[in-house]
């Protein structure tokens, strides 16, 4: 008799449990969502933060994080005799150089605009004869045909240079045989330094009008743009630190290159010191010259207080050489900033300034050397004159 009301109990009881459940599932479900919904919208306001409010702000901090130190050459001592006559001094001298900090909408572009501003300025130093810095170990042979320059561990270490290998023992046998024209053809190709195109397609006509590039080069002008091209991927990653296309310029050139500055992005002129010498040939034995220090100077220095870096112009022979810690200064510093490619940005700080070498005395006299040297050069001049017979043939027992 009892047994429906029990049963209809037990269904309310567990009615009433579902929808407690239910209930808790709910407002657990609600909190969830609104959670999620805080975290979005504190998600949107750090965004509008960012990329709105501060966008600008945060753009250029970031592209002022890097910092770079660069050093300014020193000018070497100069050299005197007794008398306090000049032997050797430093000539200020003007120079083209060239950086690839540009900043360019696609690769092809990139390419582009580096042939033709190294080729428009090119044609200039030609024109107006000035030497052309020589980037790659490879020269053009009296027969017409690329050949290379340099001893042999030159070269290994330009052939490790050029397909990125850290040591030379790590090219391939196909890499260390490569002939200069087989080098010559893989540094043109649309994959490397791209004269001719990029990645599949050649260049069309309407790019090479709107670019200022020919059609076929020679071969000097392959040799010369490859070069430079070679020489700025050696500072792909200090795009700051500018590459040489040309020394001790002319006025002209200086001119050209300051009047076409709009349209030549990343060409620039620079200051160097040129080393000269007085006396001529009566000196050349005493004084010797100098020279970019070699890996072998560069660890023979390692002790010196003058900071040596690969980049040091060192005394290669003579009293250059004998006086070299006394000649050598100390270089000067700058710090810049410089953004995620490598290009300047803000204000440039002086850390220190260049100081000079010191100046030496000889005890040679200028004069008297000289007067000395062309007494010594008529006797020879003499004895070989006494000694010359005018005879198609003669007697080559009495030898």
């Known amino acids: 008799m009892f047994l429906p009301e029990k049963k209809g109990k037990a269904q309310s009881l567990s009615s009433r449990i579902l929808h407690r459940i239910k209930k808790s599932q709910n407002t657990r479900l609600f909190a ?52 306090g006559e000049v032997l050797a ?7 083209v150089t060239m950086t690839d900090d ?28 000035e030497e052309i810095a020589q980037g790659l170990n490879i020269t053009v042979g009296s027969g017409g045909n690329y050949e290379y320059t340099g001893t042999e561990t030159e070269l290994l270490r330009f052939r490790a240079d050029v397909f990125g290998k850290a040591n030379p023992e790590d090219l391939t046998a196909e890499q260390k045989e490569m002939s200069a024209e087989e080098m010559v053809q893989f540094l043109s190709d649309n994959r490397k330094f791209a004269l001719y195109g990029q990645g599949k397609r050649s260049y069309s ?41 040309a020394r001790d310029v002319s006025e002209q050139t200086v001119a050209y290159v300051f009047e076409n500055q709009p349209s030549l992005p990343g060409i620039s002129i620079g200051e160097e010191w040129n080393r000269m010498y007085e006396g001529g040939e009566a000196f050349s034995h005493i004084l010797g010259y100098t020279g970019k220090i070699s890996p072998e100077e560069l660890e023979k220095y390692e002790n010196s207080d003058r900071e040596y870096t690969a980049d040091s112009v060192v005394g290669k022979a003579g009293m250059e050489q004998r006086l070299e810690e006394q000649l050598q200064g100390i270089d000067g510093e700058r710090r810049i900033m410089v953004n995620n490619v490598g290009k300047i940005v803000g204000q440039e700080q002086v850390i220190r300034e260049a100081e000079s070498g010191r100046d030496v005395y000889l005890s040679i006299d200028k004069e008297l050397q000289i007067a000395i040297y062309h007494i010594l050069e008529q006797n020879l001049a003499g004895i070989l004159a006494g000694n010359l017979i005018n005879e198609k043939e003669f007697d080559k027992s009495v030898l």
Not at 53 to 73: C, W
Not at 105 to 125: F, G, P, T
């Open 102 to 129: 540009g900043v360019y909408d696609s690769q092809r572009e990139h390419q582009l605009a580096l042939n033709s501003m190294i080729y428009r300025v090119l044609k200039k130093l030609e024109k107006n004869q």
């Open 205 to 245: 006509k309407e790019e090479l009008q709107e670019y200022g590039l020919p059609k076929e080069y020679s071969k000097e002008e392959i040799l010369a743009i490859l070069g430079i091209r070679y020489l700025l991927s050696l500072n792909s990653y200090k795009k700051y630190v500018p590459v040489v296309l």
């Open 32 to 83: 969830l969502i609104l959670v999620f919904a805080v975290l979005f919208s504190f998600l949107l306001h750090r965004l509008w933060e960012l990329q709105i409010v501060n966008g600008q702000k945060y753009a250029r901090d970031y592209e002022l994080k890097v910092t770079k130190t660069v050093r300014d050459r020193n000018a070497r001592g100069m050299i005197y005799d007794r008398n």
């Open 89 to 95: 001094y430093n000539e200020l001298i003007y120079t």
